[in-house]
């Protein structure tokens, strides 16, 4: 029989985007118009070739078409599923002109994928060796793509990731119903393949000097993310039942459902895209009443729309313009403090007076992630003043000439896909740094040309009106020929 724990994931947990079957996929696949200059591919940060994706589908040559996909993204797979596609590469489809679904790009690329991942095949090999190595900190998805092109182009490479599962948030942070774990070993199995060589359980820092990377290795790359959970800095943040939200969202992807304790009332504070994953979990995992609060209003908050949407329809509730001024209980948590606030000339302001209690016996703190900045205070690079790693964006290299970086350390924290795409052009900016006169070797063009097209985020009003973190601004790709075409 079925553990409780079982069936809460078997009812609960089912993929938002199941599979397409292959006579589906077909006819998706036929709808496409293959656009020139389609608007999906320069939505994308990889920049893939949709249309010949969707095309190489059409005509049934799926292990073409993942090879297409996994050119231009090493981590094409995941990001089948992990992808906020309503606000890239869907939502910059022509169809929406015509008020009309869009492709169904993810769904398509996910059929091509699996199928590859399935057949066992490896669509791409090393190059040959140049002599080169590089050093990767961190194996989540910046480094993993820093590494396959690194590896293509015929450099060594070796991993450091402190954890001892690599992936990263791609492989413990994506909620369970978007993406299983399995899916991103998968792909880290298949970069491996190309011949990395992986140190886990290691922490750059801890258990090897930073400099020592710099000493040893002809050049480094830093791709390690962000850090915790930011604290809330009030009284009752160390209860019992206080939780950072990467810690509960982990023990979900964990299937582990007995440590996180029931609940009959969880607050979650915050309303970025990670405090609506908590809410949607907590949710999932049978708790009766889920209460996101923020200390902005509901126009204000970083989620996605479509990620927001989720939430409301999955039953969670909202209190806008409060912030929490303590956490009480004594030894657990019994409930939160909350202070209303009000805008007042941009700044925002406690309502004197307006204090209220909301009872619960958990709370998800979500405020954003910490910047990780003593690996890069000790190796001597540059921060921007809010702490990312500073970079040149042409080649991702750093203040010093011989480390790049990627990922989440130097944007502040985006997707997935974006991670990829800096991984893809840091292992180029590394490959020109250590050999500039020398071409790359055969089988790199195609993918090293996907770096320079411009990206271009479809209109905000296809993810319910909302300006979305993470996308980049600038007029849409649409709006970009239209230009074109007057000029
Ligand atoms: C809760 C949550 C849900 C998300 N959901 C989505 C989603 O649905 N779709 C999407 O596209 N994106 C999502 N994201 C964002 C996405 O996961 C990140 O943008 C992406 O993983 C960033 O990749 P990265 O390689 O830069 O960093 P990470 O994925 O954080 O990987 C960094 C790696 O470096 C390692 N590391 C850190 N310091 C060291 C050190 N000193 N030595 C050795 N190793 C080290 C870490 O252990 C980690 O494995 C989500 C993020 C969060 C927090
Ligand atoms: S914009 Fe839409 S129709 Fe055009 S190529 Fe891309 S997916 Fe196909």
Redesign the pocket.
Known sequence: MASPEHRIFRENFAELKPPLRPEEAVVEAN?????YD????RACPTHID??RF?KQIASENLIGSAKTILEANALGHSCARACPVEVL??G????HEWQEK??E?ARLQRRATDFLQKEGKQPFKPGPDNGKRAAIIGAGPAGLACAAYLRRLGCRVTIFERRKVPGGLNTYGIAEYKMSRRVSLDEIERIFALGCEIKLDMEVGRDIAPQALVKNYDAVFIGIGLGGTYRLGIPGENLKGVWDALSFIRWIKDRRLKPLGKSSVTVVIGAGNTAIDAATQSRRTKTPKVVMAYRRGEAEMSAYGFEYELAKSDGAEFLWNVQPVRILGKGRVRGVEFQKTRGVGGKLRAVPGSNFTVECDRVIKAIGQAKLIDLARALGIRLTADGRIGVQPGTLRTSNPRIFAGGDAINGGKEVVNAAADGKRAAWGIYRALRPKSPPPPGNDYWISTIGVRQVAPPASRASGRREHGAPAGPTAREENREALRA
């Open positions: 709808r496409c118009l293959y656009c389609a608007p999906c591919v949709v249309p969707i590469c869907e910059a489809c022509v169809y869009p492709i790009i």
